[in-house]
């Protein structure tokens, strides 16, 4: 009798049938998947990526508009402060314009006029020291480029070098903060820069 070498072997055709047969069970003793699960899986991930993608841009949208409104909001909470703030130092010097237009209107003597235009001044400097606003230090005070601006310098030799002498401009700041220097006049000493 002659011997089929391959008689233990299934043939190549049968083996792929076994192989994808649904009913032949793995070596590992666990079922296949059916061919509709196999297809199947893939869609369901398809699904639940297309669903975490939507609800990723819902999410981004939604984040866009809070920081707009946001960014909007606090424009808005910006200039309403602004607005606050400068209404608050207009009205300190709404009485003060409220003279001087009666200084304008009155038909007293120079000597009336001059008086009142001091007594006006001196409210003017009421209110600025009421948003914490003071003159800067000038005549009798040394030189200080950081709160003076020098209009010119002059020789005098009955003042201390670098002394200011004359203030032609005054200067202001807000608590620690210059808003304008000072316009000064400054003294120059040769005799004290020679000693």
């Given at each position: 009798?002659?011997e089929?070498?391959?008689?233990?072997?299934?043939?190549?055709?049968?083996?792929t049938?076994?192989?994808?047969d649904?009913?032949t069970?793995?070596?590992d003793?666990?079922?296949?998947?059916?061919a509709?699960e196999?297809a199947?899986?893939?869609q369901?991930?398809?699904?639940?990526l297309?669903?975490?993608?939507?609800?990723?841009?819902?999410r981004?949208?939604?984040?866009?508009?809070?920081?707009d409104?946001?960014?909007?909001?606090e424009a808005?909470e910006r200039?309403?402060?602004?607005?606050?703030?400068?209404?608050?130092?207009v009205?300190?010097?709404?009485?003060?314009?409220?003279?001087?237009q009666l200084?304008?209107?009155?038909?007293?003597?120079?000597?009336?006029?001059?008086?009142?235009?001091e007594?006006?001044?001196?409210?003017?400097e009421?209110?600025?020291?009421?948003?914490?606003?003071q003159?800067?230090?000038?005549?009798?005070?040394?030189?200080?480029?950081?709160?003076?601006?020098?209009?010119d310098?002059v020789e005098?030799?009955?003042?201390p070098?670098?002394?200011v002498?004359?203030?032609?401009?005054?200067g202001?700041?807000?608590?620690?903060?210059?808003l304008?220097p000072a316009?000064?006049r400054v003294?120059?000493n040769?005799?004290?820069?020679?000693?």
């Open positions: 009798m002659v089929d070498k391959h008689a233990g072997e299934k043939p190549a055709a049968e083996a049938n076994a192989d994808n649904p009913a069970p793995n070596g003793g666990s079922e296949p998947l059916l509709a196999a199947a899986v893939p369901e991930e398809y699904e639940r297309k669903a975490e993608r939507d609800q990723l841009f819902d981004l949208a939604r984040l866009q508009a809070e920081f409104n946001t960014r909007k909001r808005k200039a309403d402060y602004r607005d606050y703030a400068v209404a608050n130092a009205e300190q010097f709404l009485p003060v314009l409220d003279n001087f200084a304008l209107k009155s038909q007293g003597s120079a000597e009336q006029l001059r008086t009142g235009v007594l006006i001044v001196k409210q003017m009421e209110a600025l020291r009421g948003l914490n606003v003159a800067v230090e000038t005549v009798g005070a040394v030189f200080d480029p950081k709160v003076h601006e020098a209009l310098m005098r030799e009955d003042l070098d670098h002394q002498f004359e203030e032609v401009r005054r202001y700041k807000i608590r620690e903060r210059l304008r316009l000064v003294a120059s040769t005799q004290q820069k020679e000693a």
